[in-house]
């Protein structure tokens, strides 16, 4: 039976300090940003608003929140100290929610919500607000306070999106159910206008994963009507391979420009593979692969290969690889397929079933080469490796199949008629 995550009111949990996984505090919670929904769900939390030392109010996302207790709250530690800057579609919990004045949908009663409680989602990094404290009655300093409760966000009205709105918050909303090749398929068919809404009013992960799957054009169009900052944290977001593809569009001036205004370890990856031809191992390669040491044992690669944001080449395999563990690494190895780690004990060491046998790519192979060599040896990645032996990358079987379909191939509505394309 799986575990109930606990629940956390969010008044419990302004003010407390935000530690890096050292122990070094980050800065204090100061309020939390959540996004409406359609279809009666509840909000959305996306992340904390951080005053660090400065003074500075930044963004958190929750995807980058590792631990969140009653006295403090633990990051992975990459955090961006860029200023916070409230979007469109965004609401703030501590600033919008508390002392608001709402109905009980069952007896259509007024009430006044005194906290909030949010939940993460079982098996997943996602975190939603998930009940409200609320007070019956008027309330105020002459009059006696009314009884309290905790209700669902169900039986609740006063917060909901208007489902039949054309606004770019509504639009979002209803995004949120697809999956971004879905959502890059329904914006390429927006207006530049509304495109340019929609862009502005998506979190920057999930901006990033449908910038992943939007033809080139509507790529630069969309990131060059982004501010200067954002588009560098979209670009830090997107996978390597993916934000070099699209720097290399950009005049040499604003590629410059971007890539200095990157976190420095995101930019030195996307300038490594921007030194590659594009039509080559090294230009098509990620460089953030399944990466192990050879004492790591199978349960370490299973729980690698679990990570939801992988994507199911990548996941197919691990590369053990000598230390340093990030790309370039050690000496290269070997490959190990998902399917092997199935069948051997947990505490077997990855380095006793490493499969050698199969000859890494050089970073300078053509794309034809890349492409016989993942048909005929059935994988769906392929390492990439330079002439002192270090892994560079890996290229998966849908970096390649990007280069080599038509280029008009994302017009393909895989919907059928009723995609969304709202506002067109």
């Known amino acids: ?226 501010k200067e900052d954002r588009a560098a944290d979209v670009l830090e977001a997107m996978d390597p391979d993916d934000a070099a593809d699209l720097l290399s569009e950009l005049p040499e001036a604003d590629k410059e420009r971007l890539l200095a205004l990157m976190r420095p370890d995101d930019a030195a990856d996307v300038r490594r593979l921007l030194s590659y031809e594009e039509r080559t191992a090294g230009g098509l390669m990620t460089t953030e692969p399944i990466i192990l040491r050879p004492d790591a044992t199978v349960a370490d690669a299973l729980a690698r290969v679990r990570q939801q944001d992988l994507s199911p080449a990548l996941a197919a395999q691990v590369y053990v690889c000598r230390s340093p563990d990030e790309t370039p690494t050690g000496r290269y190895l070997g490959t190990v397929h998902f399917q092997r780690l199935l069948r051997d004990p947990p505490f077997t060491l990855v380095s006793s079933i490493v499969d050698s046998d199969l000859v890494p790519l050089p970073p300078d192979t053509p794309l034809p080469a890349v492409t016989s060599y993942l048909a005929a040896y059935n994988m769906v990645s392929v390492p990439v490796v330079d002439e002192s032996g270090s892994l560079l990358g890996a290229v998966t079987v849908d970096d390649v199949l990007d280069h080599l379909l038509p280029e008009d191939w994302r017009e393909t509505d895989f919907q059928g008629e009723e995609g969304i394309a709202g506002g067109r």
Do not use: Y
């Open 1 to 226: 039976m799986a575990a109930v995550t606990p629940r956390v009111f969010v008044s419990h949990l302004a003010g407390v300090p935000v530690f890096d996984p050292n122990g070094d505090q980050v800065g204090r919670v100061r309020d939390f940003v959540a996004m409406l929904r359609v279809g009666g769900k509840p909000p959305r939390l996306l992340g904390m608003v951080v005053e660090v030392v400065s003074r500075r109010r930044i963004f958190l996302p929750m995807t980058r929140v590792t631990g969140v207790e009653s006295g403090q709250v633990i990051t992975t530690g990459v955090v961006n100290m860029r200023r916070f800057e409230q979007r469109p579609t965004e609401r703030l919990v501590l600033g919008e929610f508390l002392d608001r004045r709402v109905r009980l949908v069952e007896t259509d009663e007024e009430v006044t919500v005194l906290d909030v409680a949010i939940q993460q989602l079982p098996a997943r990094r996602d975190w939603e607000i998930d009940k409200f404290f609320v007070r019956k009655g008027r309330g105020g300093a002459l009059r006696r306070k009314g009884e309290t409760l905790t209700v669902e966000w169900s039986a609740i009205s006063g917060f909901s999106l208007e489902e039949h709105g054309q606004g770019a918050e509504s639009l979002v909303a209803t995004f949120e159910r697809l999956r971004p090749t879905d959502v890059a398929n329904a914006m390429h068919h927006l207006t530049p206008k509304r495109r340019a809404e929609v862009a502005a009013a998506l979190d920057d992960d999930r901006l990033a994963d449908v910038l992943e799957e939007l033809p080139g054009d509507d790529q630069v169009e969309i990131l060059g009507k982004l």
